[in-house]
Every structure is written in structure tokens, then in C-alpha cells.
């Protein structure tokens, strides 16, 4: 099997690069090498930073016409093309192919916001602030900025944050997952079709060096991390030193909290797609559902019957006559392995297998790395599978007597990404959005990621930094505010101001 040479990207053009150390990309439905990646030394860093730094002043001077017109032609070609990046996705990532073309889709929602950035970034204006003197106020870019990104959503996460840094006027330099890489070239590629100056979207391949390098480089502006939490906090804590605006997001444990008068095949299908969907690698997946009252018995066999149904497999094109799989493998053979490891820790705590996901029979290669939807109910809040961000197709389900009983445990976690309440009464949804101290909240909505306008993003150990992604707070993390105080002279009345040394008082 031929196996493909995988490049950073710098100038707009592929580039070797001068790092000695490799990494193999698999195909997760196969267990096959695909390609090798070179992984950054720090002077292939320097060199695709150097490349994003010299396009950086003519990109900022280039008209806000010009750069929307790019983002127009970007958004087209994303559009038109798309099946072939979700290929790309599935091959590398293992998603279903629709799932992969869900994750294009909400990327592109920020490419279409970003159309419209221009909008967001005119100033206010104040005339006669003082006599004679007027007041303006602008958003300039940054510069150079960096995008650490996850192997969850390899083009998604890079499309929260890279169209509205480019589209305000700055470059790029895209660190993508090592695992699966292939998504971000593509990018790079259709960036130039669509007309966009070499050197302003750059990619840079590697592990914690090209990470470290991109911190601390005095070249760059400003970092976006998506990734675990004690990564995120490291980035976080490792560029805020070196002076850099940083926003890091982490981990997720999110909670679907089902109260007992809800629609309870509304939840059910809800937990399922919410739990199983990507395999569970989301950061916005429903890994604990808390059944409250009398829901729980009901809406686990509900869940149970829904989730024997499910059909895992290669999430590319299905077989002749067969429907797509419902859940593909798991990235990694080393990740299997981890995610099979907390179901086997979970049954010997004691919690309640009712769904084991190690007996899959999945359709595909015998050395794809599958392991099937699993459910656990009777969990406790002590045990490792509730504790432990799993990130893998296994739910767990809590009992609580009580819809307090349920908030204290959303809130008692230590991430707060998302969650949810399912319920038919809109008294108690309006309590529940008031009392859970999380980022993003669903109300019988299990995976409650915001339009591209809102902003992405959790809160406690879910992010370090206080700027969410995208919509306005996307506009103000890639540019600094500036305010212009001015004064000309009337020709009619020339001021006369003397020597006044006090401090200046409006008049
Ligand atoms: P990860 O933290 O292992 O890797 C993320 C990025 O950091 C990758 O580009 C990787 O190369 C780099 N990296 C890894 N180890 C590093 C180190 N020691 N030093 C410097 N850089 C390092 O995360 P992952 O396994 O790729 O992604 C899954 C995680 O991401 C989950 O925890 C998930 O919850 C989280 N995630 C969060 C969000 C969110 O919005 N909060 C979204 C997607 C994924």
C-alpha cells in the first residue's frame, strides 16, 4: 500500500521541513498506515512563523473589500467541495461521513459570519467630546496568531477561530492534531484557490515542539487552543508568560439531566445521539445522563433498545445496498485500548453494564480499532468512569432523587462545558439555566453548540482565558481596540489653550 508524505505548508506551498523525527497516520476502519508526517523541529517552526510574519503587514493594509471577497470565495469553493474533506476526515478521523459533512457545515457558519466581519469591526464615532475635539474608536489586528488544535473535529476547531482571525486582517499558523492531519493541507490549498495572499494561512505539523515553538515565539500574537485540559491549562499558563492573548479550551464531563416529566423517547434518542455520535469524541458529547425521580428505569431501556440498533463500522461509503454506520472506530489503537480500560474499570466498580460495547461486531476491517456503544447505569459520583473524561462511545447513567440533586452535580464538576435539561416544563428549564454554572446550555437539546454568531465555549476547568470562540467574542480576541481623541483647528476660531500643566478636563 503506497502511503502518502504529509508537509507543513508555509508561503502557499507545501514545505519538507528539516525535522528528522516522524509520525505514522492511520486509518482507524483499517489499522493501515496512510502517511507519514514530518513533525517540526524549531527551525521549521521559525520558518512558517517567518512565513505568516512576512504577509502580515501587507495583509492588514489589504481593503476590507478585497479580504471579503476572499472570504466569499473560500466559503464557495468549502461548499462545493466538502464531500471531499469529509472523505479526507473519515479516512483519517474514522467519523461516519455524514457526521464529518455536520462538522463542515458549523465550521462554515463561521466562514459565513466572517463575510461579515466588516461589520463588526467599524468604531464608534463621538463628536464635540470636548470643544473642538472629536473621538474615534477602531480595531486593528494582531499580527501573527496561532490555532493548536484537537483530532476531534480536524476542520471544525480550525474553523472556529482561522476565518474571522484572517478575515479581521490577520495570519495564521495552524497547528493541527498529528493524528489526523490531512484536513488542515486541504485547507491551506483552497485558501489558495480562493485567492488568498501566500502567507497568511500557514501549517505547521508536529508535537509539543512545533506547540512550544508557537508559544514562545516573539512572533506570534495570540493563541487559540482546543485540546484536554491539562494541555490547554499548560498552553494557557506557557504563552500567557510569553506575553501572548491566550484562549485554551479543555475537557468536558457534560451532564443531560432528565427530569420525570419529560418526553422520555425525546430523551432517549437524544441520549443516544448526544452519547454515541463520533464515537463519543466530542467535547460536547453527553457522557453522564442523571435521571431524575422515577425517569430512570423507563429511560434506560429506552436507551438500551435504541443503542442495541446502532450500526458501527467504516464510516466511509457503506457497502452496496447497506445504510451508512451509525458510529465509526476510535482514533487511535492506543485510545481503544484507554476507553476499553474505563469499561472494564467501571464493571468492576460495580456500576451496572447494561450495554457492552466490547462484544461490537462491528462491519469493517478486522484491525480497525472498534469498540460498540456502551451504557452503564447505577454510576456514582466516586467511581473512574464518572470521574475521568473518557471520550469514547460510553454513558453513564446517575440516579437522583431530586432536581437539586442533579444541579449539585452538574455544578459540583470540575468542567462545565455544556449541558442539558430535558423536561416539558418551562419553569423548570428557566430555574436550571440559572442555576448550572456551564458555558452551554441545552434545553431538550442534547448537544447545545451555539450558531456562529453567539460564541463557543465552557466554563471552570473546560477554559483558561476568558474569551469564548467565535461571534463577537471571536472579533475581539483577534483584534486590540484603539481609541482616537482629535482635535483640528477651526479656522474660524483657533484655540487659544496657553501653558496649562493640570491634567486635561473635558469642556
Ligand atoms: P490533546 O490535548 O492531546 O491535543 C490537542 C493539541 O495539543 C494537539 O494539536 C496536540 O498535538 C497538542 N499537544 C498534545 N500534547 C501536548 C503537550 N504535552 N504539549 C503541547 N502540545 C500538546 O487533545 P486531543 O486528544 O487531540 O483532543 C481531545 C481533547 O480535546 C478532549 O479532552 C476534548 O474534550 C477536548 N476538546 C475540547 C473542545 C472544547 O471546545 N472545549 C473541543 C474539542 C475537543
Redesign the pocket.
Known sequence: MTTETITHWAGGAPVRGTGERMSEVTNPATGQVTGHLTLASGSDAEHVIASAKAAAGPWRETSLARRTRIMFAFRELLNARRGELAAIISAEQGKVLSDAEGEIARGQEVVEFACGTSHLLKGGHSEGVSTGVDVHSKRDPLGVVGI??????PAM?PM?FFPIAIAVGNTVVL?????DPSAAVWLARLWKEAGLPDGVFNVLH???E???AL?RSPDVEAIS????????Q??YE?ATRHGKRVQA????KNHMVVLPDADLDLAADAAVNAGYGSAG?????VSVLVAVGSAGDELVARIADRTRTLVVGDGGTPPAGEREADMGPL?TKA?RDRVASFIESGARAGAKIVVDGREVSARGAEDGFWLGPTLFDHVSTDMEIYRE?I?GPVLSVVRAETYAEAVELVNANP?G?GTAVFTNDGGAARRFEADVNVGMIGVNIPVPVPVAYYS???WKR??FGDTH?HGTEGVHFFTRGKVVTTRWTDPARRPEDGLALGFPVNV
Open positions: 493548536i488544535s484537537p483530532f476531534n473535529f476547531v472556529w497547528k493541527p492534531s498529528e493524528k508536529g508535537d509539543k512545533a506547540v512550544d508559544l487552543f482546543v485540546g484536554s485540559t491539562p494541555v490547554a499548560y498552553v506557557e479550551l479543555g475537557g468536558a469524541e466530542r467535547c460536547m458529547a482514533v485510545h473524561e471520550f468542567y462545558n463557543f465555549g465552557g473546560s477554559l470562540a
